[in-house]
């Protein structure tokens, strides 16, 4: 019995403690697509676009020989691909000061890009083209006449 014990306390100890609380459930993303994009803040993250929040991931260090911020998100972004995000940004770190960090990632999608203009004259002739039923291609407009 003590020896199951032990052992126990060996797998959380290598693993490490996290929770994953999902706010709104997608398609997960599967282990060998997950690659997920972390965001220093909510507002870095919305500089891209509005977003949906899809779970709530907090994680530690804990099981690490490195126990900085950096290795708690390491071990436990992932997560956010269980609730079918892709993207997360950092809600709340601790650097450790009880010798382990941690850290709380929030998982989420943009559902309205924002888009970039470079040249904002060009986007203006493109879009004066549009209304008018053309088509921009090559900074000239396309229309079609009957």
């Not at 972390?38 to 949906?52: F, P, R, V």
């Not at 436990?76 to 709380?104: P, R």
Request: glycine share 8%.
């Amino acid at each position: 019995m003590v020896n199951r014990i032990l052992i126990l306390i060996a797998i959380l100890f290598i693993y490490g403690c996290s929770s994953t609380h999902i706010i709104k459930s997608e398609t997960p993303i599967s282990a060998d697509k997950c690659n997920v994009k972390i965001y220093s803040s909510l507002q870095s993250a919305q500089k891209h676009g509005e977003i949906e929040e899809l779970c709530i991931v907090t994680g530690t260090s804990s099981g690490s020989f490195s126990h900085t911020v950096g290795t708690a998100i390491n071990k436990h972004s992932n997560k956010v691909c269980d609730c079918g995000a892709n993207k997360a940004f950092i809600q709340a770190q601790d650097a450790g000061t009880l010798g382990t960090a941690s850290v709380t990632l929030v998982g989420f999608k943009h559902i309205n890009k924002k888009t970039v203009v470079k040249d904002k004259k060009i986007y203006e002739l493109a879009k004066k083209c549009q209304l008018k039923g053309g088509v921009w291609i090559n900074d000239i407009c396309q229309i079609e006449l009957d």
